[in-house]
């Protein structure tokens, strides 16, 4: 770790963990809004407002990582992140009781809208759009998921790898109109 962030005061990490959480909450409120999920962008992670998470991720705050990753690599889970995975269904973490439930299409949507929004948050001006399909292959999230989550999970971020975003999420929009309509028919 480097000396500034050790350093850091603790009033220093609130307003820096704040300033995170409100741009990464609006990055994923302006994707949802591309894919027509308005409500849930609305939404998105408001439990990291809760006193359970904002002050563990205040007290573990980085800058360059989620708090949650550094608090887990460095005493063997994260508090914060136990509560989060609980109560938001956009993290397969959330669909995972014994096996892997296969994730309702919105809340897989709002998965990708996560990923990419933090993909652009963390890695600032790294970010390309193959961003959050590497940082998925890297991750164990595969061996987790419900299968036919984890094909269309990687299927969606190679597509944006190759055509975009805005591509994706135009036809992402689409589909959750499609999968609305089948719904309440």
């Not at 790294?126 to 990687?154: C, G, V």
């Not at 944006?160 to 589909?175: M, N, P, T, W, Y």
């Amino acid at each position: 770790m480097n000396e500034n962030k050790k350093e850091m005061s603790i009033t220093v990490k609130f307003f820096k963990h704040l300033r995170t959480v409100d741009a990464h909450r609006f990055a994923v409120m302006k994707n949802c809004f591309k894919c027509g999920l308005y409500y849930q962008g609305l939404t998105h992670d408001l439990s990291k407002y809760s006193p359970q998470e904002f002050w563990e991720s205040v007290k573990y705050f980085q800058g360059d990582c989620s708090p949650y990753r550094y608090e887990r690599a460095h005493f063997g889970y994260a508090a914060g992140w136990l509560h989060h995975k609980g109560r938001n269904k956009h993290h397969w973490e959330y669909w995972y009781d014994d096996k892997p439930l296969e994730m309702p299409f919105n809340y897989f949507v709002e998965m990708i809208c996560d990923r990419i929004g933090a993909c652009r948050i963390y890695e600032k001006e790294n970010y390309t759009k193959e961003s959050a399909l590497n940082y998925y292959l890297a991750s164990i999230d595969r061996q987790f998921l419900h299968p036919a989550t984890a094909k269309m999970l990687e299927d969606v971020l190679r597509d944006i790898s190759v055509r975009g975003e805005d591509a994706v999420f135009s036809d992402l929009k689409i589909q959750i109109k499609e999968w609305r309509r089948k719904k309440t028919v």
